[in-house]
T-cell receptor, first 113, second 113 residues
Framework: DQQVKQNSPSLSVQEGRISILNCDYTNSMFDYFLWYKKYPAEGPTFLISISSIKDKNEDGRFTVFLNKSAKHLSLHIVPSQPGDSAVYFCAASVGNYGQNFVFGPGTRLSVLP | DAGVIQSPRHEVTEMGQEVTLRCKPISGHNSLFWYRQTMMRGLELLIYFNNNVPIDDSGMPEDRFSAKMPNASFSTLKIQPSEPRDSAVYFC???????????FGAGTRLSVL
């Protein structure tokens, strides 16, 4: 059973608009969440993280929102740029030094010029 | 720093052959992770090491898989004998002491015919 779910396999957004990528988790013990971005033929790269003591974390064009009661988090990219086109993975762990990251299946974002 | 270095980038082998994947973590990082990515199961953690010691290998699919970390700058993942269902992209990642995010290599694409 998947503990971290990304129910949208793909998403297309127009350049300049907002991209919203969603992630749901089932394990209530998870208290640290990360988003990774992956380009073809490259490894995933860390994008942004959030601890369960917060409900929002912002870094430039990227904002992650956490709704603990709903076990849901989302990544907002504003404004979206063609270079943002990639696969985005949501990951969760117990403790921010938790060794066992559980990754979601990923969402492929396409930003159209 | 050159980042996490994996070799080879691509490996094509025949069923029954031994396959060895290699990883050089970022210097100074004390944790190393091996992941497998497939279409069906996404990104799965196979095993991780802390200070060269295997901590959790519960993700290793079966006895055909083995991993070693003889020193802080080198790790191998071996599959013997290989099977077609082992075809996947294998990622290595490392993490510094006290850090939360992991730094991934570019991966090894394995095809077992």
């Amino acid at each position: 059973d998947q503990q971290v779910k990304q129910n949208s396999p793909s998403l297309s957004v127009q350049e300049g608009r907002i991209s919203i990528l969603n992630c749901d988790y089932t394990n209530s013990m998870f208290d640290y969440f990360l988003w990774y971005k992956k380009y073809p033929a490259e490894g995933p790269t860390f994008l942004i993280s959030i601890s369960s003591i917060k409900d929002k974390n912002e870094d430039g064009r990227f904002t992650v929102f956490l709704n603990k009661s709903a076990k849901h988090l989302s990544l907002h990219i504003v404004p979206s740029q063609p270079g943002d086109s990639a696969v985005y993975f949501c990951a969760a762990s117990v403790g921010n030094y938790g060794q066992n990251f559980v990754f979601g299946p990923g969402t492929r974002l396409s930003v159209l010029p | 720093d050159a980042g996490v270095i994996q070799s080879p980038r691509h490996e094509v082998t025949e069923m029954g052959q031994e396959v060895t994947l290699r990883c050089k973590p970022i210097s100074g990082h004390n944790s190393l992770f091996w992941y497998r990515q497939t279409m069906m199961r996404g990104l799965e953690l196979l095993i991780y090491f802390n200070n060269n010691v295997p901590i959790d290998d519960s993700g290793m699919p079966e006895d055909r898989f083995s991993a070693k970390m003889p020193n802080a700058s080198f790790s191998t993942l071996k599959i013997q004998p290989s099977e077609p269902r082992d075809s996947a992209v294998y990622f290595c990642a490392s993490r510094p002491t006290g850090g939360a995010s992991q730094y991934f290599g570019a991966g090894t694409r394995l095809s077992v015919l």
